[in-house]
C-alpha cells in the first residue's frame, strides 16, 4: 500500500472518528433535554447509543448516569446499572459532582436490594461531595430524600428527622415543599406528637393544592387519613381517605388507597359491601403476598361478621395459602 493510500485510509478513519463522537454528543444533548418531561424517550434514545466497547471512558461514564437517571425516572429498576455505575465511580475523581450523581443512584440500587448499609454510606459520600457545589440543589435533594427515608425504614428515626430538615431547605417548588412535608409528618407520627403531625401534614397539602398538582395533593390527602387514623380521628380520616381517592389521576390509583378505605370503612362499623368492594379492588392491585394476606384477612372477617360463611372460608383459606407460601420461602 502506497503512502497516500495510507494517509487516505487514516484520514477517512479519523472523519468517521470525529463524526461519531459528533453524534454521541448530540445524542447525549438530546436525551438532557428529554429526561424531565419525556424520561421514557430518553431512554429508548439511550438504547440505541453505540455499545460501550466504541464509546471513550468519559463518554461511558456520562453514558451510565443519564441511564442510571432515565431508568430511574422511569421508575424501573436500577439493576441493569449496577455495572455502569461502578465504571463512573471508577472514572470520577473523588471531587467531582459528577461522582455525587454516581454514589446518588448507586445508593438507590443498595436500596433496592436491601442493603441499607452500603446505601446510608454512599449516599452520605455524595453529601459530603456537594458540599463544594452549592449550587447543586436538585442532587443535593434527591440524595437527602433517599437518605432520609432509608433512615426512616430502618428505625433512624432521628437521623431521618434531620435529613428531612435539611431537604426541606432545599425545596424551591411547592411540589417540592409539599413532598418533604409530608416525609417530616412521618416522622412526628412515630414520635406521638399529634399536634405536629397534623399541622405539618395539613401544611403539606396546602402546598400540594397551590401546585395543583393531582397525584401530589392525592398522596398528601392520603398521609392526612393516615394521620388522623393513626391518631383514632375516624370521621378525619374517612373524609380524607374518599378524597385521596377522588384527587388521584383516574386509572393509576394505588391499591393501598382503596384497602386504605375500605378498612375505615370496616372498622366504623358501617356499609360494609362498600368495605367489601374496596378491599377487593386493593386486593386486585397488591402483588406483596404480605399485603395480599392482610386483605384477605380483612375480607374474611367482614364476610362472617355477615354471615357469608362459603365466602369467609374461601378468603381464609387464600390467606393460609399465604402463610404457608411465605412460610416456605422463609425456611
Not at 368495605?275 to 386483605?295: P, S
Not at 380483612?298 to 362459603?310: A, C, V
Request: charged letters at 25%; proline letters at 2%; one cysteine or more.
Amino acid at each position: 500500500m502506497t503512502k497516500i493510500h495510507i494517509l487516505l485510509v487514516l484520514s477517512i478513519f479519523l472523519l468517521y472518528s470525529c463524526y461519531s463522537r459528533e453524534q454521541t454528543e448530540a445524542s447525549f444533548i438530546q436525551v438532557e433535554s428529554l429526561l424531565e418531561e419525556h424520561p421514557d424517550s430518553a431512554l429508548q434514545l439511550l438504547q440505541t447509543l453505540p455499545t460501550l466497547q466504541e464509546l471513550s471512558h468519559k463518554e461511558s461514564a456520562r453514558y451510565a448516569l443519564l441511564l442510571a437517571r432515565a431508568t430511574d425516572k422511569c421508575e424501573k429498576s436500577l439493576l441493569p446499572c449496577d455495572s455502569l455505575l461502578n465504571l463512573a465511580l471508577r472514572y470520577y475523581d473523588d471531587d467531582e459532582k459528577e461522582r455525587a450523581v454516581a454514589l446518588l443512584y448507586k445508593g438507590r440500587l443498595e436500596i433496592e436490594i436491601n442493603s441499607p448499609k452500603e446505601a446510608i454510606t454512599h449516599l452520605q459520600e455524595a453529601l459530603t461531595i456537594l458540599k463544594d457545589y452549592p449550587k447543586e440543589i436538585e442532587i443535593k435533594r434527591h440524595t437527602l430524600s433517599s437518605l432520609g427515608n432509608l433512615y426512616f425504614d430502618v428505625n433512624y428515626y432521628d437521623e431521618a428527622f434531620k435529613a428531612y430538615r435539611e431537604l426541606y431547605k432545599c425545596c424551591i417548588t411547592d411540589k417540592d415543599k409539599s413532598v418533604a412535608l409530608n416525609s417530616f409528618s412521618l416522622y412526628y407520627c412515630t414520635q406521638d406528637q399529634k399536634d405536629s403531625a397534623i399541622i405539618i401534614q395539613r401544611k403539606a397539602l396546602d402546598y400540594a393544592l397551590d401546585s395543583g398538582d393531582s397525584s401530589m395533593i392525592s398522596i398528601s390527602e392520603f398521609n392526612l387519613s393516615i394521620s388522623y387514623d393513626e391518631f383514632e380521628e375516624a370521621d378525619s380520616a374517612l373524609y380524607h381517605a374518599r378524597n385521596a381517592i377522588k384527587w388521584f389521576p383516574q386509572g393509576k390509583i394505588p391499591g393501598s388507597y382503596y384497602g386504605h378505605l375500605g378498612s375505615l370503612l370496616y372498622e366504623r362499623g358501617e356499609n360494609k359491601d362498600s368495605a367489601i368492594y374496596y378491599l377487593n379492588k386493593n386486593l386486585e392491585d397488591t402483588k406483596n403476598i404480605a399485603g395480599r394476606g392482610a386483605v384477605l384477612l380483612s375480607l374474611y372477617d367482614i364476610e362472617k361478621d355477615l354471615g357469608n360463611y362459603k365466602a369467609a372460608s374461601a378468603y381464609l383459606e387464600k390467606h393460609v395459602e399465604i402463610l404457608d407460601s411465605m412460610y416456605s420461602t422463609e425456611q
